[in-house]
């Protein structure tokens, strides 16, 4: 939860962040820190959208990063299993909202055309132990 919040002060909109791990590697405890980081949520209102596979978390603290009004929003696509079924789920129109997406099991979406985007791993090390690998993904 405190990478996520630090993960949140570098986030802007048009931002998707594609997370990806094993099941309890913590994907959506990470997501409660950077919801909360960005202040749309408070963490313990923050929870897996496994059944509606779409949380709408509405702004960010104050509205909006660099004067640009950004809302937040949780997928999980756990559910998913093949592509065609990305198709119903509006992805593309959150995306094209001035959000910040934030996507767990993010390795099922190939391509978001979003240009602005995190990969974030987790490794699960054992007990509490986690490894977290970063990077921006080129356009
Ligand atoms: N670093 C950690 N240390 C101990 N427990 C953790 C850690 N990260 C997550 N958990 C716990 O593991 C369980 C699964 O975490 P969760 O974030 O839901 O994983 P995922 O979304 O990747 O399936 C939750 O009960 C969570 O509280
Ligand atoms: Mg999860």
């Not at 997370?19 to 950077?34: C, F, N, Q």
């Amino acid at each position: 939860m405190r990478f996520g919040r630090e993960l949140a002060g570098a986030l802007e909109p048009r931002c998707v962040v594609l997370l990806e791990g094993e099941l309890g590697s913590g994907k959506t405890t990470l997501v409660k820190g950077v919801v909360a980081g960005l202040g749309a949520r408070r963490e313990e209102d923050v929870n897996s959208p496994t059944f509606t596979l779409v949380h709408d978390y509405g702004h960010v603290s104050n509205g909006s990063i660099k004067g640009l009004p950004t809302r937040v929003y949780h997928v999980d696509l756990y559910r998913i299993e093949e592509p065609r079924e990305l198709a119903g789920l509006g992805l593309e129109d959150l995306m094209a909202d001035r959000a910040i997406v934030i996507v767990e099991w993010g390795d099922k979406l190939r391509d978001t055309g979003a240009a602005r985007r995190v990969r974030v791993r987790l490794e699960n090390l054992g007990g509490e132990d986690r490894r977290i690998v970063v990077e921006r993904l080129e356009a």
